[in-house]
């Protein structure tokens, strides 16, 4: 790693993440780091793509790297998810999925496709990827949510 790197690491060091309360170095949050032309590129690898913390990070970065380390006048982040697995889907299903989110009651009309529905889409516009299934044999309302017909 040059001088410039480890610099640059070193500044990222004193960047603290608010939830876990750690910088995100010492997290190996920080990765593919490369400096050239006054700007330092780099990623951040996030618990969850629909991290409500992505400008937080920015402007903790922004504060510990512009005017701080010689040479490096703009930072470009990109941004990663290395969301927990759980390992009870693996194995069972041959699909690239992490998380699977059931939506469920014993009794109807109270809110299941409604709640589903609205959780899906926050979701996705949160950047995380999401697929939606209406179980319901009788009388799905997935589709008409959407605006699909049925």
Do not use: Y
Not at 87 to 98: A, E, F, S, T
Request: glycine share 10%; proline share 5%.
């Amino acid at each position: 790693m040059s001088n410039i790197n480890e610099k640059v690491m070193q500044a990222l060091g004193t960047v603290i993440e608010p939830e876990l309360n750690s910088d995100i170095v010492s997290l190996n949050m920080v990765r593919d780091l490369s400096v050239s032309d006054g700007a330092a590129e780099f990623t951040i690898v996030l618990t969850t793509p629909a991290c409500p913390l992505k400008d937080v990070f920015v402007e903790r970065c922004n504060d510990a790297l512009i005017g701080k380390v010689d040479g490096i006048e703009r930072i470009r982040i990109n941004w990663d998810a290395q969301v927990p697995t759980d390992r009870r889907i693996h194995g069972r299903l041959d699909v690239p999925m992490n998380s699977i989110v059931a939506i469920g009651s014993g009794k109807g009309g109270v809110g299941k496709s409604t709640v589903a529905t609205n959780l899906a889409v926050c979701l996705a516009d949160a950047g995380a990827k999401v697929g939606l299934i209406d179980a319901d044999i009788l009388n799905p309302n997935i589709p008409q949510m959407f605006g699909l017909g049925s």
